[in-house]
């Protein structure tokens, strides 16, 4: 039964998007815009790429590999330093109240305005790039932990002080295996963000990665290098979604992740 | 279980022994709110109490200072002769929510107790196998809480509870979130893990039909904060029928219609006090 349901979603997940293939190659047909390629063009190009053809000097692979590396370096940076301080946070109303309004202030700036300061301190090339990707996930892994850590159902305490747990066994015991479906949902949203963000990471003196890609063909009038490469970012950004999904279930062994 | 009959053959100890226990909280702008006044109460080893009253009467309140749960601020209150400071395994508490940890499985939740004292991962899988068995889930240990049903859950709660034999079971309204059916067969399931395992219990529920169907005594408590009065014990009734009681009997119902008869007149009484 599952099977077919399966099926059916599959199913579902189709028209909407020939739908729009249509559309597009529709506008092209009819002179609507200019200089917008095709779909049929984009894909030709597409296949070009996989079968190895240079962009840039690159194989698309090596483009892929380094946005990839960037995210995941920044990705981790940021979460070893936003869980921590996350728990700490959520866990001690004195640090909080010394800490949130800092980090209340400096969250509206957008990271694309942090870009040029991340050139000038940290240099042109993949680390300011990093340092972009940690700023822009840092957010939202250390407000969900916050926010996890400080919504433990009152119950629960309640019920292991009742059983026994020894005051300084609640926070590993009970507090962070509670917190673990919004440190999850934290990651998810930040993984999200770093993939957004390494575009923009990319547009100023690196030679490699899915963002250089499209900022190299963009100057060069590129218009179907351009989708191509917003088209294989969309689907990497998909594939670790999935992939980082797969891995906290395979760490969790089956324990209920609240919604996925 | 000594009854009213018996010749005494063995010294009854007290389990849970309440003197003058009050309850102060503060409240808003400098006032004080008096939650519960000079409640004397003795429950005794292998007991089974029920606390009824009209919401509001404290009767949460007296579990949660057994429970350790909140300080008591007049009078004592002793667990076999212990005072009560803090909430501990001595003094287990089923919750009307259940309160159940979602990341472990029933097992695991069951288990939870014995391991935080330290028993080793072998004998804990012997206990948690034992109290399987006697709430009936033993299918069920390799499952999560969100996969059980209210009833399942509640269950997996009391052996929870049972797998640190426990001087007393707290249950505060326990089968007040679940639909009439299954809280009868709950009722039933609880009386025949009592009468196999006898702990100490002190039940908390607003029906009176449950207190008559379940309990040895029930404590009848009025008052509160809403009428006036700080909470109370007005009564307290043995109910001396036989297990298993039959609802439909002329006696059952004599006792529940009496039991009634003093909730409702104590509500009333608080009516007019305020």
Not at chain 1, 48 to 56: H, V
Not at chain 1, 124 to 152: D, E, H, M, Q
Not at chain 2, 113 to 137: A, D, K
């Amino acid at each position: 039964m599952n099977q077919l349901r399966n099926w059916r979603t599959v199913a579902l997940a189709i028209p909407v998007p020939v739908l729009l293939l249509i559309l597009w190659e529709l506008v092209v047909r009819g002179d609507l815009v200019a200089n917008l390629p095709g779909p049929v063009e984009v894909f030709t190009q597409f296949g070009e790429l996989l079968g190895g053809r240079l962009a840039f000097d690159a194989p698309l692979g090596e483009h892929i590999w380094q946005s990839a590396r960037r995210v995941l370096t920044g990705f981790g940076i940021a979460c070893l330093i936003a869980v921590p301080l996350g728990v700490l946070m959520g866990r001690s109303p004195r640090l909080s109240s010394l800490l949130d309004p800092t980090v209340n202030l400096l969250r509206p700036i957008p990271v694309t305005a942090w870009a040029p300061l991340m050139v000038v301190i940290v240099g042109i090339g993949s680390k300011s790039a990093i340092v972009l990707i940690v700023i822009a996930t840092f957010y939202p892994v250390l407000l969900n932990t916050i926010a996890g850590v400080r919504n433990v159902p009152p119950r629960l305490l309640e019920a292991a002080a009742m059983l026994g747990t020894a005051r300084h066994r609640v926070l590993w015991q009970v507090v962070l295996p509670a917190a673990l479906p919004s440190v999850f949902a934290g990651m998810r949203i930040g993984l999200g963000f770093a993939w957004v963000i390494v575009v923009v990471g990319e547009t100023v003196g690196v030679q490699t990665g899915l963002g250089a890609l499209i900022t190299q063909a963009w100057q060069v009038s590129r218009t179907d290098l351009i989708i191509t490469g917003m088209l294989v970012i969309g689907l990497a950004g998909f594939l670790s979604d999935k992939g980082m999904s797969a891995l906290w279930r395979l760490a969790l062994r089956n324990r209920p992740l609240g919604s996925s | 279980m000594p009854t009213a009959t018996d010749p005494v053959t063995a010294p009854v100890t007290t389990a849970v022994s309440c003197r003058g226990l009050g309850k102060t909280y503060p409240g808003s702008r400098g006032r004080t709110v008096e939650a519960l006044r000079d409640i004397d109460l003795d429950i005794a080893e292998g007991e089974f109490v029920c606390i009824v009253g009209a919401s509001g009467c404290g009767k949460s309140t007296l579990l949660r200072l057994v429970a350790g749960f909140e300080p008591v601020t007049a009078g004592s209150l002793t667990v076999r002769g212990r005072p009560v400071r803090a909430p501990g395994p001595d003094r287990g508490v089923v919750f009307q929510d259940y309160g159940l940890f979602p990341w472990l499985t029933v097992a695991g939740n069951i288990g939870y107790g014995p391991r935080q004292r330290g028993v080793s991962r072998t004998e804990t899988r012997r206990v948690v196998e034992r109290y399987l068995e006697l709430v009936q889930l033993g299918k069920f240990a390799d499952r999560f809480p969100h996969q059980l049903s209210g009833g399942m859950q509640q269950r997996v709660a009391i052996a929870r509870v049972l797998a640190n034999d426990p001087a007393v079971l707290l249950m505060d309204e326990p089968f007040g979130a679940l639909d009439s059916l299954t809280r009868e067969k709950l009722q039933l399931s609880l009386l025949q893990i009592w009468q196999q395992v006898r702990s100490t219990v002190l039940f908390i529920t607003h029906s009176v039909e449950e207190a008559v169907l379940l309990a040895d005594r029930v404590v009848v408590m009025s008052g509160g904060p809403n009428h006036g009065v700080p909470g109370h014990v007005a009564e307290i009734s043995s109910i001396d029928l036989p297990q298993p009681r039959d609802v439909t009997s002329p006696e059952f119902n004599q006792m529940k219609r009496h039991l009634l008869d003093v909730v409702h007149r104590e509500v009333a009484a608080g009516a007019a006090e305020t």
